[in-house]
């Protein structure tokens, strides 16, 4: 689901996710990753593939919390994909220094060397 879904859908889904105790429910759920990392529990899930990664890394870390919550009884795996010399690449570079403490996000507002990380080696049109 999407921050525009119907309320009511989005949380038949998710209270059909999460009551799946078999091979008979529904093996995968797909939600975009703003809609995805705060208010919702999916401890059914064993699972999360970030499949676009998000400028403020904070974010990803609350999408990843969804699954990794109290009640979660199974092993649980994040994935991050990123294609190699591409913007999505410059912002796994960005989450680096950012964890290093040498940059950081203000406000929402990065610095100037930030956005020199994510402009490196992207075509300007």
Same mark, same amino acid.
């Given at each position: 689901?999407?921050?525009? =879904? ?9 209270? =059909? ?8 429910? /529904? ?25 676009? /990664?998000?400028?403020? /890394? ?16 199974? /092993? ?50």
């Amino acid at each position: 689901f999407t921050g525009s =879904s119907d309320s009511r859908k989005r949380d038949a889904a998710i209270r =059909s996710f999460q009551q799946t105790d078999d091979d008979t429910g /529904p093996a995968v759920f797909v939600v975009t990753l703003r809609s995805g990392s705060v208010g919702i529990t999916l401890t059914a899930a064993s699972r999360v593939y970030l499949l676009e /990664p998000c400028l403020d /890394p904070a974010v990803e870390v609350q999408a990843a919390g969804r699954i990794h919550r109290l009640g979660q009884d199974k /092993p649980c795996h994040v994935v991050k994909f990123a294609f190699k010399n591409s913007y999505e690449a410059n912002i796994l570079k960005l989450h680096e220094k950012l964890g290093k403490g040498k940059l950081q996000i203000v406000d929402g507002r990065v610095e100037k060397k930030a956005v020199e990380i994510l402009a490196k080696g992207v075509r300007k049109a």
